[in-house]
């Protein structure tokens, strides 16, 4: 593993095999917590992600336009082969975790106010799972993380939740 400096102080780790190449531009960190560098070509400017770079170079193709790349630790400046799969958008936004305004610090998890219990959510594919309602939230996001499981198989984002002392 080896390190790549990126702008704003900070770094992105990369395997051996993908330093020399990858080290050949400057990188620089995109506020969404990417790597990414500028290619000019012909007087235009676009942006090249480094996960999608190494991705890339892995496959030994080039990505399909439907094609994403999703950071298997959540972390986007882990730029490591291992932690790097293809995958459908639907199948990136399931490894994502709560969403900022999220209360409950779990995903899929909220407090219904007029009974003062946690509900437990999941939508696939536009179908609803209603998961019912619990006395505490660590219950919901327990329940929550085994249908996750089942119906989105390895992409299943899981919540984190401590076990009872």
Same mark, same amino acid.
Not at 100 to 105: L, P, V
């Given at each position: 593993?080896?390190?790549?400096?990126?702008?704003?102080?900070?770094?992105?780790?990369?395997?051996?095999?993908?330093?020399?190449?990858?080290?050949?531009?400057?990188?620089? %960190?995109?506020?969404?917590?990417?790597? &990414?560098?500028?290619?000019?070509?012909?007087?235009?400017?676009?942006?090249?992600?480094?996960?999608?770079?190494?991705?890339?170079?892995?496959?030994?193709?080039?990505?399909?336009?439907?094609?994403?790349?999703?950071?298997?630790?959540?972390?986007?400046?882990?730029?490591?082969?291992?932690?790097?799969? &293809?995958?459908?958008?639907?199948?990136?936004?399931?490894?994502?975790?709560?969403?900022?305004?999220?209360?409950?610090?779990?995903?899929?998890?909220?407090?219904?106010?007029?009974?003062?219990?946690?509900?437990?959510?999941?939508? &696939?594919?536009?179908?609803?799972?209603?998961?019912?309602? %619990?006395?505490?939230?660590?219950?919901?996001?327990?329940?929550?993380?085994?249908?996750?499981?089942?119906?989105?198989?390895?992409?299943?984002?899981?919540?984190?939740?401590?076990?009872?002392?």
């Amino acid at each position: 593993m080896r390190q790549i400096n990126l702008s704003r102080d900070k770094t992105c780790v990369v395997d051996q095999i993908d330093y020399v190449y990858i080290s050949t531009w400057k990188w620089s %960190f995109l506020s969404s917590g990417y790597a &990414v560098r500028q290619k000019r070509d012909r007087g235009k400017s676009s942006l090249i992600l480094m996960h999608r770079e190494i991705t890339q170079r892995t496959l030994g193709r080039s990505l399909l336009p439907k094609e994403q790349v999703d950071h298997i630790d959540g972390d986007g400046l882990n730029n490591q082969r291992a932690n790097l799969r &293809v995958c459908s958008h639907s199948q990136n936004l399931a490894n994502g975790g709560p969403r900022a305004r999220n209360r409950s610090g779990y995903r899929g998890v909220c407090l219904d106010k007029t009974t003062g219990r946690w509900v437990a959510d999941l939508q &696939v594919n536009r179908e609803r799972y209603r998961l019912g309602r %619990f006395s505490t939230a660590r219950d919901a996001a327990l329940a929550w993380n085994v249908v996750a499981l089942e119906k989105l198989g390895e992409f299943a984002y899981q919540n984190l939740v401590e076990a009872k002392p």
